[in-house]
C-alpha cells in the first residue's frame, strides 16, 4: 500500500484462500493507512464476505471503523462517499 493514493483507489477487494491471517493483520492496517475507502475480504474458507471501510489512523495503527460480514445469503452493498453504488449477493462472490 506504500505509495498508493487514497484519491486512486476506491476499492481493493482480496480473495483469500489461506491468507486470511495476512490479509486482516497485515494488509488490513496497510490499506486504512493509505486511506483506502472500502477493502473487501472474499474469505473462501469461511464462505463469508468481510467488508471494511472508513480507514483512520496512520502507520501501523491505522484501522477501519466499520466492519460487516455478511454470508452466502446475503446482499452485499457497494458503498463508496456514502453511497450505495450497487449490491451483490454474496452467493454470486463466493465460489
Same mark, same amino acid.
Given at each position: =500500500?506504500?505509495?498508493?493514493?487514497?484519491? =486512486?483507489?476506491?476499492?481493493?477487494?482480496?480473495?483469500?484462500?489461506?491468507?486470511?491471517?495476512?490479509? !486482516?493483520?497485515?494488509? +488490513? #492496517? &496497510?490499506? %486504512?493507512?493509505?486511506?483506502?475507502? %472500502? /477493502? +473487501?475480504?472474499?474469505? &473462501?474458507?469461511?464462505?463469508?464476505? &468481510?467488508?471494511?471501510?472508513? #480507514?483512520?489512523?496512520?502507520?501501523?495503527?491505522?484501522? /477501519?471503523?466499520?466492519?460487516?460480514? /455478511?454470508? #452466502?445469503?446475503?446482499?452485499?452493498?457497494?458503498?463508496?462517499?456514502? !453511497?450505495?453504488? =450497487? !449490491?451483490?449477493? %454474496?452467493?454470486?462472490?463466493?465460489?
Amino acid at each position: =500500500a506504500q505509495g498508493i493514493r487514497s484519491d =486512486a483507489v476506491a476499492l481493493v477487494v482480496e480473495v483469500s484462500q489461506s491468507s486470511l491471517a495476512i490479509d !486482516r493483520k497485515v494488509k +488490513w #492496517p &496497510l490499506y %486504512a493507512a493509505a486511506g483506502i475507502p %472500502a /477493502y +473487501w475480504i472474499v474469505d &473462501l474458507e469461511g464462505r463469508q464476505v &468481510l467488508v471494511y471501510s472508513e #480507514p483512520r489512523g496512520e502507520g501501523p495503527s491505522a484501522a /477501519y471503523e466499520r466492519s460487516s460480514v /455478511y454470508h #452466502p445469503d446475503d446482499d452485499v452493498p457497494l458503498v463508496l462517499d456514502g !453511497r450505495e453504488l =450497487a !449490491r451483490f449477493n %454474496a452467493r454470486d462472490i463466493l465460489p
